[in-house]
C-alpha cells in the first residue's frame, strides 16, 4: 500500500494551501481516507477524515471552517484544503486511510504516508 502526498510548502500567514494524497495497492474498498499533523516537539493530532463516498467527515477542534476535506478521483484520492492559514498550522501533514472517519479521529489507523512539510512564516 502506497500513499502518495503532495501539496506541502512554504506559505505566508492568511494564505491557502490544499494538500493531495492518492492511494494506491489497496485490494478492498471502502475505506476512509484523513489527515494528521505533526508540528515540532508535539504529538501527531488528528486533522480531518471523510468516508469513501465523500459523503460524512470529521475534524480535528477548532479546524473545521478553515479546513475541508475531499475525496475524488474514484475515491482514491483525499484532498485537504487549507484557508486562513496561521504559524501555528506549521507541521508535517500525514495521509492515511482507515476504516471510518469517527475511528480515524481517535487515531485508529491501517497505513500511513510519508508526510508533507506545511510551513507558515508570519
Known amino acids: 500500500v502506497q500513499l502518495s502526498e503532495s501539496g506541502g510548502g512554504l506559505v505566508q500567514a492568511g494564505d491557502s494551501l490544499t494538500l493531495s494524497c492518492t492511494a494506491s495497492?489497496?485490494?478492498?474498498?471502502?475505506?476512509?481516507m484523513g489527515w494528521f499533523r505533526q508540528g515540532p516537539g508535539q504529538v501527531r493530532y488528528f486533522v480531518a477524515a471523510?468516508?469513501?463516498?465523500?459523503?460524512?467527515?470529521d475534524y480535528g477542534d477548532s479546524l473545521e471552517g478553515r479546513f475541508t476535506i475531499a475525496r475524488k478521483n474514484g475515491n482514491n484520492t483525499v484532498t485537504l484544503s487549507m484557508n486562513g492559514l496561521k504559524p501555528e498550522d506549521t507541521a508535517v501533514y500525514y495521509c492515511?486511510?482507515?476504516?471510518?472517519?469517527?475511528?480515524?479521529?481517535?487515531?485508529?489507523?491501517?497505513?500511513w504516508g510519508q508526510g508533507t512539510q506545511v510551513t507558515v512564516s508570519s
Open positions: 492515511a486511510v482507515g476504516r471510518t472517519p469517527q475511528t480515524m479521529a481517535v487515531r485508529v489507523v491501517s497505513f
Open positions: 495497492g489497496l485490494i478492498s474498498t471502502g475505506y476512509a
Open positions: 471523510i468516508d469513501w463516498s465523500g459523503t460524512e467527515a
